[in-house]
Every structure is written in structure tokens, then in C-alpha cells.
């Protein structure tokens, strides 16, 4: 009983002496493991130190070499903030690129032996499915007026198709053959700017646009864009607008009908006044004077465009034109009136008459001529033509015509003097 009181109530030093002993030991064995450990690790902080080191190093270099890639990025102006003439990134942020397709098919009652329709654009080959174009057009953004800096612009189209060698200036040309216009413009800080233009460039004179149907509101072409019109052509233009209402247009070319590539050493100069009586009527005369070629010494004329928004719905143009052929030196003269109207139903609907004629009377003009007229002493030509406009949506265009041609010579279209050509034409503009 004593022994079993005395053992139960007594502390157990014999017990935790041992355990005391050994944590005091372990304690005392830190300090020193932690040293051993630290110093057995030193060569491999060591090498972490040389791979930082290495990777300081790999990383300057790269940035060495980025830093030249991007200098000469910028001095080739294909990063912002370069000393190079031209920015790759905002010429093709500032392009723009449009253009259209056109297709047709139309019946000539004159039943034209050869398959070609005489004089008629844009359908020579009757009874024929055409494609009468593909246009293509880059430009960048148009030269804004100014006379506190300079502007630079240039637009380029391509025409392919049926009609290319009618529309191109020259597609006999090695090198033009489906070039419709190339320009360079540029605004010069003179008064409040002074536009120049230099390359290809569309004709002064025509009403109608060669584009045809995909800008016209009638789908074939009429006699004075052909006839008393004339193509692109190389040459250089000054242009300056005075007022709202009045603005002047100077142009040296090669010549009238010499397109891209002149034929002798003189030029033709033509001259455009335009005039804005109000801001529903436009006015353009235009005077043109040039050497062709040595049979046809000098060709010299004047024109009078117009049009008169009669309405936001009714529209009214008209074209006159006067040429003067100097052949072997004699003068024979070539005259054309022509009248437009137009008329929106709906914004899918509309309808649009043209009304001309042309008088040859020496067949200095339409005769044997690259549209089919076979040779003649003159004639006189008249035609009306009746199109619908139909968009039934915003880059579609569909146009119905029909369209009555007549001749003084009994035999103008192939044994007729009188014909009708029906059918439709349609264009997918982008």
C-alpha cells in the first residue's frame, strides 16, 4: 500500500529526464546542421548564379537585336513613328478598293449579217450573252482642298470584258490593255489649293460615263460618247476652284483620240469652266484644240454639259458638241444634241429616256469606225432609247431597255435604216 501511494504521487523524474536530455540535444544540433546544410548548398547557389547571369546576358542581346529590327522597321516605313516617305500600315488603312461586274443580252431586230451591231454599245454581238465588264478600282483617299498644306492621292481601274477595247484608252497598246485610268493628284498650297493630276485620265467631255449601265441610268450608250466624245488619255491637268459656283480645269494631252502613247510631237489642249447657278443645276463648257495625226491635221471643238435636279426624284442632263475635222486641210464639221431625263418611282424603281442625234454629213466621224459603220459619205443618226431601273437591293441594278435606232443611209444597219434592240442588262456593283 505504501508502495503503491508513494509511486502514484510522486513526480516521474526518472521517466522524463531521458526526453529532456534528447530535445536539448536536438536543439543544440540545429544551429549546427543548419550551417553544415547552408555550406553543403553554396555550389549550387553558385551555379544558379552564373545561369542568371548567362540569361542577363542572352536577354541584352535579344533586346540589341529587336532594338535594330525596329529601327529599320521605321525607317522603311513599315511601323508608325518612321522617317520613311511611306507607312505600309495606313496606305492599306487609307485604301480603297471598289469596282463592278456587268452582264447583258440583247436582241437586234436588224438581224446584222456579221453578228456585230453597228454603232451599238455595249452589246456588238447580237443575240449573245456578254459579260460587258469587270472593273476593278484601288485609290486611296481623295486629295482634300487646301492652301495651308500638301495632299497626295492616286487611283487606278482596271476594265476587263466585252467592252474593254472600247473603254480602255488604248487596248492595242502592249501594256494598256485593260487600264481604264491611273493618276497621281496632288493639292498644292496655293490660294485654296491648287488640284494637279498627271497619268491616265477619263475624258472632259462626255455626259455619260463610260461605266455604262453600272453608272448610267440608261444601259446602253448613246452616239455622243463615242462619236463627239473621246477616250482616256495621257496627259497632265491643273484644276482650281474660284467660288461654290465656279471652278476651272486646264489639260495638255497627247492628243483627242492618241490615248496612252502619243503619234506626233504636238499635243491637244482643252479647257472646262464650270458653273453652279444654284446647288440643283450644273453647267460645263468645254473648248479643245490639237494636232491628231498628219492626214488629220487639226481637231477643234467645243461642248456644253448640264444637268438640272429637277426634283430630290426628277433629273434632266443634256450634251451639245461641235467638232471641226481638219482633214488635207479642208474643214468638215460634226454636230450632236442629246437630252436625258430620269425619274424615281420608288428607291428600287425608276425609269430613264435618252434622246440624241448626230449629223455626219461628210462621214468623216461614223464611217468605217471601230464600232462597225461600214464606209460612207455622212449620215445622220438618231436614236431613243427607254430603260427601267430596277434595285431591288442597294448593289444590285437591273435594266431592261429597248431601244429604236435610225440612219439616213438606207443600208446603215446592215440592209436597214431603222432598228430595235431589245433585252436587259444587270451589274453587281461592290
Known sequence: MIKKLIGSSMPNTTRTLPLRLARSAVMAALPV????????????????????????????????????????????????????????VKSMSNMELSGFVTSSYFYDSSNPKSGTSPGYLWNRKADSFSINKVKLTIASQPVERSGDTWGAAYRVSLIFGQDAPIVNSSASTVGFSSLREAYVELNIPLGTGLNFKAGELISLLNYESGDGGAANDNFSQGYQWFYTGNGPAAGAQLG??????????VRLQNGLYAGPIDNNKSKTVMASIGVKPTDKIWLNFIGFTGRESDSLRILQGVSLLGGWN???????????????????????????????????????????????????????????????FKPNTGQDISSVAFTFNLKPLPQVKIQPEIRYDHSSLSDAFGSKKDRVVVGAGVSYLF
Not at 61 to 77: H, Y
Open 33 to 88: 546542421a543548419t550551417v553544415a546544410t547552408s555550406l553543403l548548398a553554396l555550389p549550387a547557389w553558385a551555379d544558379d548564379t552564373d545561369r542568371l547571369k548567362k540569361l542577363e546576358e542572352e536577354n541584352q542581346t535579344l533586346k540589341n537585336r529587336l532594338d535594330s529590327l525596329e529601327q529599320v522597321a521605321q525607317k522603311e516605313g513599315i511601323l508608325a513613328g518612321g522617317t520613311g516617305s511611306t507607312n505600309l
Open 240 to 249: 482650281y476652284t474660284f467660288t461654290d459656283w465656279l471652278d476651272v480645269k
Open 310 to 372: 429637277v426634283t430630290d426624284k426628277f433629273h434632266v442632263g443634256t450634251e451639245l458638241d461641235y467638232f471641226v475635222f481638219d482633214i488635207s486641210h479642208k474643214d468638215h464639221g460634226v454636230w450632236s444634241s442629246g437630252g436625258w431625263f430620269s425619274y424615281a418611282f420608288t428607291p428600287k424603281v425608276g425609269a430613264a429616256i435618252r434622246a440624241e442625234y448626230l449629223s455626219d454629213t461628210d462621214g468623216v466621224d461614223a464611217s468605217g469606225d471601230p464600232l462597225g
